[in-house]
Structure formats: C-alpha cells, structure tokens
C-alpha cells in the first residue's frame, strides 16, 4: 500500500507559477507510472502530465511548455511546476503512481487561478 499526500495549491493570479508536491510513502524509484491529473468541477479527470518506464515525460497539449513534471527518487516525491497560468488550469490536482498492477491516487490539491 502506498500513500500519496499532494500539496502546494492554492490561489493564484494569471501568469503566476505554483509548484506541486507529491509525497509518497514508499519509494517511489520502480514504479511504472507516475502522474498528475486535474479535474474541474463538472469536467472529466483528465490526465496532464506523466513520466512513465524509461523516464519519458508525456504532457497533454494544453499544458505544454507551461507545466513540468520531475521526481525526486531520493525524496520519493514527484513535482509539478506550473508557470504561465491561467484561469482554465483551476481545478484539483492529483496525484497518481503505478506499481505493478495497483494505483494509487493522492486526495488532491486545488488551485486556483483569478483573471
């Protein structure tokens, strides 16, 4: 069993940056997925970034260049750095790592961003 705790959320201006965190209980150094989720109220979970086996990084369309996702092994903690935000980025935040066939899911973080 893993237990994944997200912080850094908050409220934000537009064009602002916030900084995600992850901690999990284990070591997080041979899972198979690690990610961050959002879902806005009356939307769908939607996957917005992830690093998967080998270290590749996946970021969905609307957040690249902007979002950046990073583990520290060390730390068994995975980041998100989020700059150049915008309204359309609120939402809660999630966590989410795959060791072998089970997934864990943090409670979520929310941020917020004002125009």
């Known amino acids: 069993q893993v237990q994944l705790v997200e912080s850094g959320g908050g409220l934000v201006q537009a064009g602002g940056s916030l900084r995600l965190s992850c901690a999990a209980s284990?070591?997080?150094?041979?899972?198979?997925?690690l990610g961050w989720y959002r879902q806005a109220p009356g939307k769908q979970r939607e996957l917005v970034a992830a690093?998967?086996?080998?270290?590749?990084?996946n970021y969905a369309d609307f957040v690249k260049g902007r979002f950046t996702i990073s583990r520290d092994n060390a730390k068994n903690t995975l980041y998100l750095q989020m700059n150049s935000l915008k309204p359309e980025d609120t939402a809660v935040y999630y966590c989410?790592?795959?060791?072998?066939?089970?997934?864990?899911w943090g409670q979520g973080t929310q941020v917020t961003v004002s125009s």
């Open positions: 284990g070591s997080i150094f041979s899972v198979n997925f």
């Open positions: 690093i998967i086996s080998g270290g590749i990084t």
């Open positions: 989410k790592i795959v060791r072998g066939f089970s997934g864990y």
